[in-house]
């Protein structure tokens, strides 16, 4: 079965560096989603990108946040300026109807800022 | 605002024992309601999704129950396995408006030998 998969799986940054998550959605699917889990809390929505455009953000997605889909299989989740309160879990998802289908997460990159 | 609440927040049971989780929501207007298993340190998989006029659905020993009036759903979970041992989070999609879905801050269940 197709699946989501996210690179890296473990990323440790020091505050105030750039980070970039990657993620390769399934192929036949059109909307594209990122999570973040802080640990022992709920996921929390970001930012979903349709049609090459963020359809919805959320708070947590200022603007030291960024996304792209630079070459039409990567999804890529950027940080500016990470703090450290960014450290969290971060899960790609994909869609291929929007909310009509089920949320097919990747197994996440676990950010870490020190 | 939309909020969706899950009890019990932990669970232990023995291995082959029967379980059942809640999820109370007041996400409106309601479009569906969809179980997600999350074993540590992965992502979330889809068990079953509940639309508006469905009551029950199985999804081998998971089974959802869903009452739209009183705007809560169970899942329960049949001869309990090791496997088992996860969280399940309760995600309520609205209709119109935000497309994004509510989650649940899940149940965390440890299924004891």
């Known amino acids: 079965e197709p699946e989501v998969t996210q690179t890296p799986s473990h990323q440790v940054t020091q505050m105030g560096q750039e980070v970039i998550l990657r993620c390769v959605p399934i192929s036949n699917h059109l909307y594209f989603y990122w999570y973040r889990q802080i640990l022992g809390q709920k996921v929390e929505f970001l930012v979903s990108?349709?049609?090459?455009?963020?359809?919805?953000k959320s708070e947590i997605f200022d603007d030291q946040f960024s996304v792209e889909r630079p070459d039409g299989s990567n999804f890529t989740l950027k940080i500016r300026s990470t703090k450290l309160e960014d450290s969290a879990m971060y899960f790609c998802a994909s869609t291929r109807e929007g909310m009509n289908s089920p949320l097919h997460f990747g197994n996440g990159t676990r950010l870490t800022v020190t | 605002k939309n909020q969706v609440e899950q009890s019990p927040q932990s669970l232990i049971i023995l291995e082959g024992k029967n379980c059942t989780l809640q999820c109370n929501y007041t996400v409106s207007p309601f479009s569906n309601l969809r179980w997600y298993k999350q074993d540590t340190g992965r992502g979330p998989v889809s068990l079953t999704i509940m639309t508006f006029s469905e009551n029950t659905k199985s999804n081998g020993r998971y089974t959802a129950t869903l009452d739209a009036d009183t705007k809560q759903s169970s899942l329960h979970i049949t001869a309990s396995q090791l496997s088992d041992s996860a969280s399940y989070i309760c995600v309520v999609s609205a209709t119109g408006g935000s497309y994004i879905p509510t989650f649940g801050r899940g149940t965390s269940l440890i299924v004891h030998p």
């Open positions: 990108f349709y049609n090459n455009e963020i359809s919805e």
